[in-house]
């Protein structure tokens, strides 16, 4: 049995958690506080992210790793058993949803989940007790409005994000979005292409289980668990 | 023909050069300057980042996306025909080797070499004339001693970076460590181990275009190109 080491709030754990669902890949979960990664976690991976996978009790560390990881075992299974490759059958195809994952993996990410992250829940839930850096905050959400816009656009010009096919690409981007959406970042009707998109996304059976999750003592906007929102 | 759109310091285009050559992939190369990408460049890939590869001219953005797509190709060839491949054929093998690679390519990247390139190359070859950001250089020089320790650890305990075959980890890692060597920030009496694993590296066939380039107006330390330093 695989098992993800993830956090909830986190989208490189929330990526790869609703790649496994959607591909109806059997798991069992250990949560980790990004916060609080002890030395046996830092032996195995000593870049200290999440997630990591553990295959036949071997990690496989990292997001990026762990979904190529999943590609190649889908790819060994029969035609019919494999409900869901993470990257798409053709070569250009698959270079193009590795480049946009890569943009919502790492570059959504580092422009502005995790500056909202560790101001609005890594520094309270950890005990630090400095009032929040708003300079940190201001920052991500002026990045949030450019990169809303460019999924705005990637949702208006094709059907999934990277193409004519749902792919990893879709999971990274909704991973992040989600995240944001439970910190209450999202406006919206400011964004009706992306609203589209991520309403499609929402309502697969693949995210019910990270929409139920709530943090203690920080509770999500009224309808980020609502499919219709 | 394959075309790699690049630039002679950028550590992630060095890292894919490398590849391509060990591989003996033919190629043409085409430098473009980091700071000076245009419209055309930023509609195939917004990210702004260098390398891009050109197949049968169809964009494959970012070095993961390309080393992947090398990947592939590889694993499509005849064994024989093949002499490269960037990741070995264990499962596990493999995740490891991509841990290692996103750590060279990505953390050292961020942590280091981008902040030292910014002050030192990409500043006053733009014409920004304004005195190098001394701080940034002094938080580079500090976490260069941790990435040269890590280095060390992993040249001193495995045969090569990421395990017992030469894999893109190793390019990733030689790529980073060949540009900091031009700026002149290595130390390597203070690092036997990495310095042994870099001179098996540097005398690779593979090496040898990269380490004849020159920056007009910026000479590497003497024993740069040299085998034996």
Known sequence: MLKLIHYTLCPSSRAIRL???????????????????????????????????????RPVCGASAIVEHLQERQMGEAKSAARFHPFPSGTFERAEARRASDWFLRKLDAEVTQY??????????????????????????????????????????RRWLAGDSMSFADFAAAAQISVLDYL????????????????????????????????????????????DF
């Not at 209450?184 to 309502?203: H, L, T, V």
Request: net charge negative; hydrophobic share 40%.
């Open 184 to 227: 209450g970042e999202i406006q919206w009707d400011d964004c009706p292409e992306a609203k589209n998109w991520y309403a499609r996304m929402k309502s697969r059976p693949a995210f019910r289980p990270l929409l139920s999750e709530r943090l203690p003592g920080v509770n999500p906007p009224q309808a980020y668990a609502n499919l």
């Open 19 to 57: 790649t496994l669902n959607e591909a109806e890949i059997p798991h069992e979960l250990d949560e980790l506080k990004p916060w609080g990664l002890d030395r046996e976690f830092l032996n195995m991976h000593p870049a200290g992210t999440l997630p990591v996978l553990m295959d036949e009790k």
């Open 116 to 157: 909202l992250l560790e101001e609005k829940i890594y520094k309270p839930m950890s005990g630090i007790r400095s009032s929040p850096d708003l300079s940190a905050i201001r920052v991500a959400r002026a990045n949030l409005r450019y990169h809303l816009a460019y999924l705005s656009y990637l949702a208006d010009q």
